[in-house]
């Protein structure tokens, strides 16, 4: 309290109460001068008796300036002091600096131990991923190995049964040309005859029903069963179902050409017709 007093008083007392003239040198400044009297004589640019210095200083005549007293200062505000903490309710920072380490190191050791638990599961989901991936990758090459056995036993079995059939075509092949083979020896014995007729013929213009008639007279088989047995009759009836199937065919591509040949003829003409309408 006794220095904000003390500096209060210097303040507010002007701390120099004499105005103290200068001259025009810095260095002529003679602070022990009186106040009423100035260094420089009358007429040389001193202040004279009762003239305000610091009017001659704001027109810029010449003349001494004179150092007035400081103006008033504002009152300045003292600082203010923190109220005093009482003995019994002081804080131990120390304490509390050391609580909250022991808070963050628990926080970190929590955290440390979260991130390890974490860890260890994902290696744990990790190995369990590697081993069903092992596993499948063992079923998928078992069932791989099943499908090409499978696989193989499908084309020797597809190999077996294409010759098979081979055989199964040229032994059909060999009976039907034994077959044919029979056929034409047994027409044959008739074919004596059928120049004689052929001779007779020539020369005559024949009729449409007598060429049919040629014409079965040279197809038909004499049977010839007479003297045969059960299996020889067997084998004649299955020779003449071959034979009539072979006619049915040959019938039937006689057929189609036949038509076949309508059917150009047709288009012929349509093209002859529209040229001479052209």
Known sequence: NIISEIYSILLFEPSVRNPVCFSDSPG????????????????????????????????????????????????????????????????????????RMEKDLLELQTLIDVHFEQRKKEEEELVALKERIERRRAERAEQQRFRTEKERERQAKLAEEKMRKEEEEAKKRAEDDAKKKKVLSNMGAHFGGYLVKAEQKRGKRQTGREMKLRILSERK??????????????????????WIHQLESEKFDLMEKLKQQKYEINVLYNRISHAQKL
């Open 28 to 99: 002529n400044v003679d602070l022990d001068q009186p106040p009423d009297r100035c260094p420089k004589p009358r007429g040389a640019g001193g202040c004279l008796p009762g003239q305000d210095s610091r009017r001659g200083a704001r027109s810029g005549s010449s003349g001494c300036s004179v150092l007035t007293p400081f103006p008033p200062a504002r009152p300045v505000v003292p600082p203010l002091i923190p109220p005093k903490i009482p003995e019994g309710e002081r804080v131990d920072f120390d304490d509390i600096h050391r609580k």
């Open 221 to 242: 088989k004499p049977l010839n069963i007479d003297h045969m047995g059960e299996e020889q009759l067997r084998e004649k009836a299955q020779e003449l179902s071959d």
